[in-house]
Each structure stands twice: as C-alpha cells, then as structure tokens.
C-alpha cells in the first residue's frame, strides 16, 4: 500500500512538472516573437536602413 501511495505522489508531481514545462515554452515562444517584432521594427526603420546602407557601400568601396 505504501509503494501505491508513493508512486501515485510521485505521479502526480511529474503532472504538474509537465504542465509547467508547457507554460515556459509558451512564454519563452511568445518571448521570442516578441523580440523578433521589435528587431523587424527596428531594422526596418528608415535610421537603421541608411546606416546599413552606408556600412555596405563603405565596404565594397
């Protein structure tokens, strides 16, 4: 009876361990489009495109 109470204690912690590994995935991929939006913003500003532009000419010169 003891072993059936431990492996069911056991059980039920490894539940809520998996279900927390699916939250943090979810946040992390959230986290990361996030990210990548405010870097596209970013990159894709006027500023950011000049200088861009300017680094490059300035290298195939």
Known sequence: MRKL???????????????????EYAVGTLAAVAF???LLKVVTSGNVQAALGAVIDRALK
């Open 36 to 38: 990548a939006g405010i």
């Open 5 to 23: 109470i431990a492996n069911f204690a056991r059980l039920r912690s490894e539940a809520a361990d998996a279900g927390m590994s699916t939250a």
